[in-house]
């Protein structure tokens, strides 16, 4: 009997082996995580945030590195704007407008590199066993032991801020947890019998890997990488304001709030602009991720009421 939500392959033996579930599924869950309150929130502000960051720049007026009213203008004071200005008098409305597709971008490169990498460990642990498995995850254990951001100041002081040394030291960083989600997913994918089945006709394990486990392992995926590319924002700003990221004078959200937390009392707007909208991507990257995991348990189980049906009929 076949899944639901998958395809048959008619072997030499003539044997009907259930493969992966068709490509919809992916789909399916997204449009049901939209569908609720949960999704549309979470997607809502993570949206908001992501067009200021890309269309901000296009937005025409001052330069963000170019002086516009004393340091730490208020919202009012002639040429400092609506959010005023920051410590060497630039306007801070510039600044977070311009200041944010950079970051996200090089979340989004950490974030990459922290899925693939944990996912093609965790995934080849799981599907390899023995003692290949027991040493990859114990390797990951030892990188998990050391606390993210020690791990990337470590790696960080040895060369300096480089922007393709932050994009690998934040995703070698996070690839351990994203291998160990990965990991526990796969085990019970790699257990099933058509996965079991091809094992065994002398398939390679490359192909095996990614025509049959990956596909079952999509959605886990995409919630993991949710939750990746919200720490990553975090780190990597948390790094822009240690001075190990974006460099002054470009803007940058991290940046701006450590320039900016001296004059809190004089303009707080330098420190709470890039401090809200680095929140609200943290929220709604992470609540839309949340949804979408709900909307895959609830598609499990109503894949898990069908079959069940079906074997009640044919027992019948």
């Not at 009213?69 to 704007?81: D, L, N, Q, T, Y």
């Not at 932050?166 to 690839?175: F, I, M, N, P």
């Not at 948390?238 to 004059?263: I, K, Y």
């Not at 895959?296 to 898990?304: A, I, S, T, V």
């Amino acid at each position: 009997m076949a899944n639901a939500s998958s395809i048959d392959d008619l072997t030499p033996e003539g044997v009907n082996v259930t493969r992966a579930p068709r490509s919809g599924a992916v789909g399916r869950v997204l449009l049901a995580a939209l569908k609720t309150r949960r999704g549309k929130i979470g997607a809502t502000l993570a949206l908001i945030v992501l067009a200021i960051a890309f269309l901000g720049p296009l937005v025409p007026g001052p330069s963000p590195t170019a002086f516009a009213a004393p340091s730490f203008s208020k919202p009012g004071v002639p040429g400092a704007g609506l959010l005023g200005t920051d410590v060497l008098g630039r306007s801070v409305l510039a600044r977070v407008l311009n200041g944010g597709h950079t970051l996200i971008l090089l979340a989004l490169a950490s974030t990459a590199l922290a899925v693939g990498l944990g996912a093609l460990l965790g995934v080849f642990a799981a599907y390899r066993r023995g003692f290949l498995e027991g040493l990859l995850m114990r390797g990951v254990d030892v990188v998990l032991a050391i606390p993210q951001l020690v791990f990337v100041l470590l790696l960080m002081s040895v060369i300096g801020p480089k922007w393709w040394l932050l994009v690998l030291a934040v995703g070698l960083a996070q690839a351990p947890q994203t291998a160990r989600v990965m990991h526990a997913a796969a085990q019970s994918v790699c257990e099933r019998d058509f996965v079991q089945a091809v094992a065994v006709w002398g398939e390679p394990p490359r192909m095996v890997i990614r025509r049959h486990v990956l596909p079952n392992l999509t959605t886990p995926l995409m919630v993991e990488a949710g939750l990746r590319l919200s720490y990553s924002i975090i780190l990597i700003a948390g790094l822009s304001f240690l001075g190990l990221g974006t460099q002054p004078p470009a803007p940058d959200w991290g940046v701006m709030v450590n320039e900016n937390r001296l004059g809190l009392t004089s303009n707080p707007w330098g420190v709470l602009a890039p401090a809200i909208v680095l929140a609200v991507l943290a929220v709604g990257t992470n609540t839309f991720a949340d949804a979408v995991a709900r909307a895959n348990l609830g598609e499990m189980r109503g894949e898990e009421t069908v079959i069940a049906a079906a074997v009640t009929r044919e027992n019948e």
